[in-house]
């Protein structure tokens, strides 16, 4: 059974950080692609960043181009997202996301998704 499951979740004030983490386990993690979604109140889930297999590319919205980095770790079946400068329009409920033929931008592209971690951003 395919569990992901995000942590590092929270409330922080506007130009703060955070880090999220998404534990991966029932899968073999290294074959695949990984994401981060995103979804506010009243909007749809929107693509945040993405990684490859091997870590050696990573894709960004251009609304956190500049402030977000994702990396991953296939040693520790795991995969975070890295939160700098952060602003209200960012909060959110953040989702990790594993896909066999991915990485994409697109929520089609992941077939595994985790229950996903709060993030608040306060003015």
């Known amino acids: 059974q395919v569990q992901l499951v995000e942590s590092g979740g929270g409330l922080v004030q506007a130009g703060g950080s955070l880090r999220l983490s998404c534990a991966a386990s029932?899968?073999?993690?290294?074959?695949?692609?990984m994401g981060w979604f995103r979804q506010a109140p009243g909007k749809e889930r929107e693509f945040v960043a993405a990684?490859?297999?091997?870590?050696?590319?990573?894709y960004f919205a251009d609304s956190v181009k500049g402030r977000f980095t994702i990396s991953r770790d296939n040693a520790k079946n795991a995969v975070y997202l890295q939160m700098n400068s952060l602003k209200p329009e960012d909060t959110a409920v953040y989702y990790c996301?594993?896909?066999?033929?991915?990485?994409?931008?697109?929520?089609?592209?992941?077939?595994?998704w985790g229950q996903g971690t709060q993030v608040t951003v306060s003015s």
């Open positions: 029932g899968l073999t993690f290294r074959t695949y692609a």
């Open positions: 996301a594993a896909g066999g033929n991915g990485p994409g931008t697109s929520y089609r592209v992941y077939g595994y």
């Open positions: 990684i490859s297999r091997s870590g050696g590319r990573t």
